[in-house]
């Protein structure tokens, strides 16, 4: 690991990993900890527990904002645990001269999304820091929530399970970095930005067996994926030509060279479903406007332990490893 942090320490990939294993892992080390989960599992099984600090740039972006971010963030690490959201607190650092109008706008949508979630905020903290520390605003959402469906673990995925996402990938990830870098390439590009507990719920309610679920947030699906073959010493083999891609998110990874498997989502997750559940899983999905693509894009084998196959529709095969390097800094 580097003597100094650099924002590679942020992506979500390996640096990352080195990062919270050799600093956080070595002071914190204890058993939750270590099973490396969405959200802690606490209280004998009964409540799930997370916590996330947002720091997007820029704070507005198409079809959302650092405060829609902040709830579907926190609300879907609990979610991904199979847990409902219910409690949640907020902290906000805010740049002195940030205008109220922006605020507001902030707020309400996190109380448009604490509604869907049927969740509550009900602790706070606000700091207003003088012009130039902190760019504009900075949110920190931790959350509380009733686990109503256990066992939902990453280290338990076998070879009786099949590898889902819910819809197309790298939507924010594209998003952000249009609006980063003020390129306007008139399409209907927007975040994927989005609570996920209604389509989790969807799943349980209908008596899906469920393994895993990750939202694949930064370092995206190619993260999640490398981090569940390591955790369940498992090899997981993915049919490139499976994976939903817009036509949007294509063009900006040809135009710029970017992986679509490697950009940052905020209401896609990944599923790892016993094979008798996975097509049901997926008929119940498709029941969702925003999981319309919902797929099956791979399975679990033993092949490879602790690895990740991308298999292509030219018959190839190559490693797909986990993201490295400063991809796009303050993505969420």
Known sequence: MTKTITLAHGNGGQENNELIKEVFYEAFKNDILEKSEDAAIIENGKLAFSTDSFTVSPIFFNDANIGKLAICGTCNDLAMMGAKPKYLTCSVIIEEGF???QLKTIVNSMKKELKKNEATIVSGDTKVVPKGTVDKIFINTTGIGEVI??????????ENDLILVNRDIGAHGATIFTAREGIDIHSNLKSDCNSLFPQVKALIDNGIKITALRDATRG??????????????????VDEEKIPVSDEVKGICEMLGFEATNLANEGTFVLAIHKKFAFRAIEILHK???????????????????KVILNSSWGTKRFLDTPTGELLPRIC
């Open 99 to 101: 205008e109220v109008e």
């Open 149 to 158: 469906y256990s066992g939902i673990s990453s280290n338990n995925i076998t």
């Open 220 to 237: 995206g699906v190619s993260a999640v994926l490398n981090e569940w073959a390591k955790q369940s010493n498992i090899c997981i083999e």
């Open 288 to 306: 969702f406007p925003e999981a319309l693509n919902a797929s099956i894009i791979g399975k679990v084998t033993d092949q490879y332990p602790q």
